[in-house]
């Protein structure tokens, strides 16, 4: 049998191979006699080179073990907290094949201030005009957009609960976006409030609109703090922000083991795999279908492709159980000295966004953390009521709230941020060592000059040492308060002897 099956797969190669072959025959020919058809010799390059590099990964491509790779230490983590590590951030997977290299794109700076700055001012001024005045708090808020202490808190209850969208609109006018890309003001306040209204549909303590607001901030701070930013595309930039803001759209607040075990709808139609980040971006996409909430009307079609295809792959890495294949791909490329794939890159940035409040202050990380284990209890409670096994830390009495958020800053992440770090050193020094001259496709570059915009990237190597300081420090301070409260509650349960046994159960 096995002999039959490689026999197959070789008559395959071959025949894959013959087709390039006949068609670098007939380039050549075509070369000898002067008779060249530029088009046609384009489309045929192309199509050999996708074809080579896919055999060239389909014989290179590494296979990924993820079961072990948190080296949990069994001695200081607590069962519950293991097996909930375990079964969130890990799986076995089929590995992902590596996609083309992006092909480069050149741009006129020329034709871009003509073709651009005048619709883009037309933009700038509709938007200005439309937007009601802000509330004085807001504003205020606003004022730390760069900044990763920012409260989108504060932010929430100053825009009396759309925090989601007043960020939203923001960003995409700080960087511009609004402008390059035609969006409509219309379109694009029915569209925010068709997001938030989908992210209440649950009514969740912690997977809401709040938390959208917070990820897509979050996201614009690391690519502004990392000097990532400098490395995008407009295009990207704004698939990045559009990726952050809707990437738990319609939660359930409920896991995806949860939809799996109890054999849900929504399980049903995605076949068990990435169950509610499927939902979370196919539902988006669907708002876009509406001509009055289409806020990419006026992409091109290869722009609406290639936005389309980046938000769909940043998504998806929002999968929890993908963690510990994402983080194991990336080392082996910085190992490597490999190019970065821009497309993993991102995805890593935004999977990091959706789990960095441990990596912010106490006064941040101290809010988001009983939010998350109600909406964990209230899982645990439905569980109970349908007679399944409660999963781990959903368990009302029973869960080591403080450990458990010391094994997922140290396991987690800690390590998370750690490779976001070594990543950005890797994409931006370059950057500033072999590119003199800044991309004009950097919606930071627009209307800056060339030696401000390399001051610029100097500036970055600087933010990304304080960056780094930065989280660790936040995640030691973290982990210590955790601490405290397992000291304070050990001295608690010592002083009161007769109530020892209680407490412990507790």
């Known amino acids: 049998m096995y002999v039959c099956v490689m026999a197959e797969i070789l008559k395959v190669k071959k025949t894959l191979l013959h087709s390039p072959i006949c068609r670098l025959k007939r380039m050549l020919q075509q070369l000898e006699v002067s008779d060249v058809d530029f088009e046609e010799l384009k489309r045929n390059l192309e199509f050999t080179a996708s074809l080579l590099e896919a055999l060239y990964t389909d014989g290179t491509r590494p296979s990924f073990d993820a079961d072990d790779d948190l080296q949990l230490r069994s001695d200081v983590v607590p069962v519950e907290v293991r097996d909930w590590l375990a079964s969130t951030f890990t799986q076995?997977?089929?590995?992902?094949?590596r996609r083309p290299e992006e092909k480069p794109r050149f741009r006129s700076i020329v034709h871009a201030v003509q073709a651009g700055i005048f619709v883009e001012r037309m933009f700038r001024k509709a938007y200005s005009t439309a937007?009601?005045?802000q509330p004085a708090d807001v504003l205020n808020c606003l004022r730390d957009v760069d900044r990763w202490s920012f409260d989108v808190f504060a932010l929430d209850a100053g825009s009396s609960g759309h925090s989601l969208k007043t960020l939203f609109i923001e960003l995409i006018i700080k960087h511009q976006l609004n402008g390059r890309f035609k969006v409509p003001l219309s379109c694009l306040m029915s569209?925010?409030?068709?997001?938030?209204?989908?992210y209440s549909k649950h009514t969740n303590a912690y997977h809401n609109?709040?938390?959208?607001?917070?990820v897509t901030h979050t996201v614009h701070c690391l690519l502004l703090r990392t000097g990532v930013l400098y490395w995008l595309t407009e295009l990207?930039?704004?698939a990045c922000l559009f990726a952050a803001a809707v990437h738990d759209y319609e939660h359930t607040g409920r896991t995806n083991n949860f939809h799996i075990y109890t054999r849900s709808?929504?399980?049903?139609?995605?076949n068990d795999r990435s169950v509610q980040e499927s939902h979370h971006v196919s539902a988006a996409f669907r708002l876009l279908q509406d001509e009055n909430t289409n806020i990419f009307m006026n992409l091109t079609r290869t722009e609406w492709l290639e936005l389309r295809s980046l938000v769909i792959e940043m998504v998806l890495g929002t999968d929890m159980s993908s963690h510990v294949l994402h983080i194991k791909a990336m080392k082996t490329c910085l190992q490597h000295n490999e190019s970065i794939d821009k497309p993993k890159a991102l995805s890593l940035i935004l999977h990091a966004a959706d789990i960095s409040h441990p990596a912010k202050s106490w006064s941040l990380h101290s809010r988001w953390t009983p939010r998350l284990m109600e909406e964990f209890f209230t899982q645990g409670d439905r569980e109970a009521e349908l007679g399944l096994a409660i999963s781990p830390l959903c368990d009302r009495q029973n869960t080591p709230v403080a450990q458990s958020q010391i094994a997922f800053i140290e396991f987690i992440v800690e390590p998370t941020f750690s490779l976001i770090s070594d990543m950005a050193e890797q994409i931006v020094i370059p950057l500033i060592q072999d590119t003199p001259d800044p991309s004009p496709t950097c919606s930071r570059y627009r209307c800056v000059s060339p030696h401000r915009a390399q001051k610029g990237l100097q500036w970055t190597v600087a933010d990304l040492v304080s960056f780094r300081s930065m989280w660790m420090r936040h995640t030691e301070e973290n982990k210590s308060k955790w601490r405290d409260k397992i000291n304070n509650s050990v001295s608690d349960i010592r002083d009161e002897p007769e109530m020892q046994t209680g407490q412990k159960s507790a």
């Open 265 to 270: 709808e929504l399980a049903m139609v995605y």
């Open 191 to 198: 569209f925010l409030c068709e997001l938030e209204r989908g």
């Open 236 to 238: 990207e930039m704004l």
């Open 209 to 214: 609109h709040t938390h959208a607001a917070d």
């Open 92 to 97: 076995r997977v089929q590995p992902i094949s």
């Open 131 to 133: 937007m009601p005045d």
